[in-house]
T-cell receptor
Framework: EAQVTQNPRYLITVTGKKLTVTCSQNMNHEYMSWYRQDPGLGLRQIYYSMNVEVTDKGDVPEGYKVSRKEKRNFPLILESPSPNQTSLYFC?????????????????FGDGTRLSIL | GNSVTQMEGPVTLSEEAFLTINCTYT??????LFWYVQYPGEGLQLLLK?????DKGSNKGFEATYRKETTSFHLEKGSVQVSDSAVYFC??????????????FGTGTKLQVIP
């Protein structure tokens, strides 16, 4: 079954304790992204990756790191979490698009990770 | 930059009522437009899409037409069911230099359908 898998689904932790949220996709997609979802703000992109070893900042990258050592995995790292990073996080993947063909490939989302940082 | 504006929710309807969720966008290029649905405890799922002006996307009784002249992509359904209760996100996708597909989401509209 084609899917994006995130772990953990829920996590309660304390300020300053490093954590990693894993994301894995089995669709051989080139593009992967991390979003956070907050009430009234919709989804905001944190980081994205166009391919292995190619990552770039999204709209709200402060306080986060990512890596893309393998095509299928795209972990999100919070080196020193703070309470304002309490949120619902989603990983998404999509196949590569080509210039001139159009940006019509939908995103495939994981089920989300709810982080609470005390 | 690109942006998406959705009507604020929550929207509460009785079963079999007609649904419209408004969505307008601003974009510099020629984006593709999407509606995603999020059921409780789950990630977003693609509901429908349209890739060029005047295209109509449809799925599960939902429809939306890409209106370039009014920069709109309103979601409609003729008769909602309790099972349609969810959060609906309008989104646009545009291709950046380098080929990356940048997606911009609206803030989401929660729909509650009561029996």
């Amino acid at each position: 079954e084609a899917q994006v898998t995130q772990n953990p689904r829920y996590l309660i932790t304390v300020t300053g304790k490093k954590l990693t949220v894993t994301c894995s996709q089995n669709m051989n997609h080139e593009y992967m992204s991390w979003y956070r979802q907050d009430p009234g703000l919709g989804l905001r992109q944190i980081y994205y990756s166009m391919n292995v070893e190619v990552t770039d900042k999204g709209d709200v990258p402060e306080g986060y790191k990512v890596s893309r050592k393998e095509k299928r995995n795209f972990p999100l790292i919070l080196e020193s979490p703070s309470p304002n990073q309490t949120s619902l996080y989603f990983c998404a993947s999509s196949p590569r698009t080509f210039r001139g063909i159009g940006s019509n490939q939908p995103q495939h989302f994981g089920d989300g990770t709810r982080l609470s940082i005390l | 930059g690109n942006s998406v504006t959705q009507m604020e929710g929550p929207v509460t309807l009785s079963e079999e009522a007609f649904l419209t969720i408004n969505c307008t966008y601003t974009a510099t290029g020629y984006p593709s437009l999407f509606w995603y649905v999020q059921y409780p405890g789950e990630g977003l799922q693609l509901l429908l899409k349209a890739t060029k002006a005047d295209d109509k996307g449809s799925n599960k009784g939902f429809e939306a037409t890409y209106r370039k002249e009014t920069t709109s992509f309103h979601l409609e359904k003729g008769s909602v069911q309790v099972s349609d209760s969810a959060v609906y996100f309008c989104a646009l996708s545009d291709t950046l230099s380098g080929g990356y597909q940048k997606v911009t989401f609206g803030t989401g509209t929660k729909l509650q359908v009561i029996p």
